[in-house]
């Protein structure tokens, strides 16, 4: 349906990996929302609210794993239950959305400058995947003159390595991209760890894309301190309540090609994993340096009276 386009071209994008990262798919779902509001033709609030949540339902199915993406939808949505026209609830979605987008992108920046305290001259460093929180951190320690050494994953099957290592080499960072099964190999040459946050739980535990929770393990065998850049709206509300993350397999094709393993032979490429908290040196967010024991304070300081609400949809 017509209505519908610019959500559903944004989920498939979403889907596809053309937009990726847990920060960028929640900015992309929070414009998405703000836009369907915006352009609404539709005759009542109440018609509204159900398509609205049409809307909503599309874009989280993209993809399940961040819950950056529930959280920047949910953003968007938030005052539309209170709104008494629907002039009101459409201005309020549009006017959410933009709150997010400039909040969430101001968070990276100010963990950026956060971090970057945490990159001493001359360390040498390791990071996973493509995550624009733990890149503003790295970029941020150089930009200040700290001369840093940069190691990066692979991080197969979709190598978003070789997007980490294009933007740090473009920023001037001595970057070396090394495959992720050498991980444990390099471990003790280096100062610190760096990597991004798909979710985080209100217990502390890391889910980020596949291979985080190697590296976590190797930097724990080494003393190497291990330090998650996230924004706080990749803490997830619904795991205090019981939910588990979902962790999402996508297709065998991207592991292997048809042809290139014998008939019969399966393939499983789940692509994220869970780190314990007990691996976890520090979470950097806009917020502060916080440990993964305070996680579940800073959830429940932010849903404030809405915690109520969340307890009782149980
Ligand atoms: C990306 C990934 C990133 C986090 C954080 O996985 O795991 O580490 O999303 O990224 P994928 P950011 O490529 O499958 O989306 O810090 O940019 O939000």
Redesign the pocket.
Known sequence: MFMFDTVKGTASEIKD?KI?????IARAGASAMGEFAENYRGGSLEEFRKDLETARNIMLESRPT?V?LWNGVQACVRDVHSASSLEEAKNSVACNAKLFIEASSEAVEIIAKIGAKRVRDGDVLLTH??????IGVIKSAHAQGKDIKVYATESRP?R?GLLTVRELSEAGVDVTLIIDSAVRSVMSKMDGVF????TVTSSGELI??IGTSQLALAANEAGVPFNV?AETYKFSPMTMFGDSVIIEERECREVAEAGMIPKGVKIYNP?FDTTPARYIDAIITELGIISPGSVYDVIVRQLGKDIWKARDSL
Request: charged share 15%.
């Open positions: 990996m990726r990262g847990a920060g960028r961040a950056s995947c493509n995550s624009s929180a733990a979709w978003q990597v991004g946050a798909d980020n894309k850049c692509v």
